[in-house]
């Protein structure tokens, strides 16, 4: 395949691109040349040769002695003898683009040795399933989209999970096959499943497991087989369900997710009130006053996230359900996308956790009613928040979340609040951290200075030079800053682009520090320097501050130079407020991973 273009792996590149690296792209080669592969067998890692289209017999040949993870989920079309070379990979082969696969192929890769993906399959011989069985480790065929009974008996001798999800219809022959398997079974591609099929199933249940997210409907005996799992019941494409089998539900414990109903009768809805867990309908585009009154009387959290609107009577049947047995309480409305007053008013009343993110504006009269709301209320996708709008949030005495410029705005709303009802004196506390850089060091005369002995003898215990740290650096970049009135916190702001906002002023200082400087290192020495990852936080405090403004507080820089990469980058040294030091500081933190090092500067 030689001159094809840039986009033909060549011998020359091949060279280029493995030479002392641990990680290599070769997702944008479609061809591959015979001596592009011979080189690729002498690299140590992983291949992921995806955008392959073409390979020859004799580079599947050279590729079979490479002895890591071979991916090659490009591949449409192989020839059997190129195939009979790739199953004499000893390590995990993924050809995943394989739609296919002749009886002699199966044989062959039979006999692979490591994880076999054939994901792409759809469909497969008897013969050659029988011969993929044999496999000895794990085996991929999550792309079949029909299975004979033959198969199936195949398939469960391999005692491992299996997924089936692309498969959408299965005699009830083959569920009873497929139940004896010993492991997890995935059958999320059915649509139905008959009483006695589900009779087998339920023999599986207590030492394996199964999902069926796919059901359309469910008779009462499906129902049975859905609750004798702990896990939570998902049905996202159930488009119907009765009441006898609402009612068989109701004996699970779990979550529910019902999120394909689009109809909803009153019957159902007052059973599935009654029910334990979650509940969760997403499904629903509208609900009558009536399906709203049943739902209220639901013990626990409620997701109806497909409601663009409500009524008022609606809002105040669903705003009076309470806490479930697991203490949770969520109302989940993210499809409102306009909020009247009125139904504001409404849900201001509830007594947990609301969801009201589809909200992209918010009327001053809405955010004043919404205000009186008690618990957290998520509101992150607000896009306009007037300032008269944010001023009436700001009294809202839980939790607010927000996101972007209204986030933004309501920061300032609030600080405007708090510090007006603290205009005497006041507890100033100002909190800023980041992950940083613990610093250790330890000096030698340059002259009796040895590199290449100080690395044999000290390359794994570098870190033994010295127990105590020169310094914890705390970085400017993407630092935080928490500031507190009383012990009310007013303000978190985050260090973006080299400024917390335009409120605090960044001021930096002529002083350049590399970390030669910092070991105090003379012309006639050499330092040894290594590194912990750590987290700090300094706390700064001022009493009796008067008149609290945002704008007086200033955070102090200067510039480390680091030898060991020729970087350099703000560093804080302090936290000034009305050109004040703190009353009092303090310094926590702790390191987050092993040591890095040691860098010889």
């Known amino acids: 395949m030689t001159g094809i273009n840039n986009q033909t792996l060549t011998v020359q590149i091949a060279k280029k691109l493995i030479t002392g690296k641990d990680y290599i792209d070769l997702s944008d080669f479609i061809y591959i040349d015979d001596d592009a592969a011979v080189e690729l067998t002498k690299y140590e890692d992983d291949l992921y040769l995806d955008g392959l289209k073409f390979l020859s017999d004799k580079a599947a040949e050279f590729l079979s002695k490479h002895k890591a993870v071979l991916n090659l989920d490009g591949l449409i079309n192989i020839s059997d003898f190129a195939i009979e070379n790739l199953a004499k990979h ?53 792309g079949l989209t029909s299975l004979s009974e033959k198969v199936a008996e195949f398939l469960v001798k391999r005692e491992e999970d299996l997924d089936l999800s692309e498969i959408t219809e299965l005699s009830d022959e083959t569920i009873k096959i497929l139940s004896t398997n010993k492991g997890f079974l995935n059958l999320n591609g059915l649509k139905n499943i008959s009483d006695a099929a589900a009779d087998d199933m339920l023999k599986m249940v207590e030492d394996q497991g199964f999902s069926l997210e796919g059901l359309n409907s469910i008779s009462e005996k499906v129902a049975s087989l859905l609750i004798s799992q702990s896990d939570d019941i998902k049905l996202p494409m159930l488009k119907e369900l009765r009441e006898k089998a609402a009612e068989v539900l109701l004996k699970h414990e779990g979550y529910l997710f019902l999120d394909g109903l689009i109809i909803l009768s009153d019957n159902v809805a007052k059973i599935l009130a009654k029910s334990k867990g979650g509940l969760s309908i997403d499904g629903l585009i509208s609900i009558s006053d009536s399906v709203a009154e049943a739902l209220s009387r639901h013990k626990g959290s409620i997701s109806l996230n497909g409601l663009t609107s409500l009524s008022e009577n609606a809002a105040k049947f669903l705003s009076k359900h309470g806490k479930g047995d697991y203490n949770e309480n969520n109302l989940h409305l993210n499809g409102i996308i306009d909020l009247d007053e009125k139904i504001a008013v409404s849900l201001a009343k509830f007594k947990g956790r609301l969801y009201l993110k589809g909200l992209k504006s918010i009327s001053t009269n809405a955010a004043t009613a919404l205000a009186k709301h008690t618990d957290y209320l998520f509101l992150e996708n607000l896009e306009n928040l007037t300032n008269e709008a944010a001023d009436a949030l700001a009294m809202h005495k839980g939790e607010l979340c927000l996101d972007g410029l209204a986030k933004r705005t309501m920061q300032s709303a609030r600080q405007k609040a708090i510090i007006n009802g603290k205009k005497g004196n006041a507890t100033l506390k100002i909190e800023i951290g980041n992950r940083g850089k613990e610093v250790y060091g330890k000096t030698y005369a340059r002259s009796k200075f040895d590199e290449s002995k100080f690395i044999k003898n000290h390359a794994d215990n570098y870190f033994k030079l010295s127990n105590d740290s020169v310094t914890n650096e705390v970085p400017l970049s993407q630092s935080f800053i928490n500031i507190y009135l009383d012990d009310t916190i007013i303000a978190n702001l985050e260090c973006i682009d080299g ?85 009092n500081s303090e310094f926590d933190g702790a390191p987050k991973s092993g040591y890095f090092g040691p860098y010889i500067v």
């Not at 605090?504 to 006639?524: A, F, G, P």
């Open 90 to 142: 000893k390590g995990d082969l993924s050809l995943r683009g394989l739609t296919s696969l002749s009886d002699k192929a199966a044989e062959a890769l039979s006999k692979h040795k490591g994880v076999l993906n054939l994901d792409g399959i759809k469909n497969i011989s008897d013969f050659a399933i029988e011969n993929l069985t044999k496999h000895k480790d794990r085996l991929f065929l999550r």
């Open 499 to 583: 400024n917390f906002s335009n409120q605090i002023e960044i001021v930096k200082s002529n002083t350049i520090e590399s970390y030669r400087d910092l070991l105090d290192v003379d012309i006639n020495q050499i330092a040894v320097i290594w590194f912990h990852d750590y987290v700090n936080t300094h706390v700064y405090t001022w009493e009796k501050v008067k008149d609290f403004d945002l704008n007086k507080i200033k955070a102090y820089t200067y510039t480390r130079i680091d030898e060991t990469d020729n970087s350099n980058y703000q560093l804080i040294s302090e936290i000034r407020y009305n050109e004040k030091i703190a009353d």
